[in-house]
């Protein structure tokens, strides 16, 4: 019952934009923490960017200044703007939710952001 989606990966050239979406559906969405988590080739998953139920955000250093998170609750959406993009942005982007309370994870399937000239 419980789904993340995500969607619109590609392929884009460096200084390019891509924006990320992530549908949520089958729990309370709007009382989770949602991040943006990425695994490049090689790699361990890494934290990208949360956004908590109250709206604050948090960025990797990496990406700060660049990327965006937002929901809208009401839409059961959740955004991870990238701009300025560079090749070591190259990697499979997942959506995460989780609840502080009970602990618990939900992830997508991931979408591939590839980002080269």
């Known amino acids: 019952q419980v789904q993340l989606v995500e969607s619109g990966g590609g392929l884009v050239q460096p200084g390019g934009s891509l924006r990320l979406s992530c549908a949520p559906s089958g729990f309370s969405f709007s009382t989770y923490v949602m991040s943006w988590y990425r695994q490049a080739p090689g790699k361990e998953r890494e934290l990208v960017a949360t956004?908590?139920?109250?709206?604050?955000?948090n960025y990797a250093d990496s990406v700060k200044g660049r990327f965006t998170i937002s929901r809208d609750n009401a839409k059961n959406t959740v955004l991870l703007q990238m701009n300025s993009l560079k090749p070591e942005d190259t990697a499979v982007y997942y959506c995460n939710a989780y609840h502080t309370g009970l602990r618990i994870n939900y992830w997508g399937q991931g979408t591939r952001v590839t980002v080269s000239s």
């Open positions: 956004i908590t139920s109250g709206g604050s955000t």
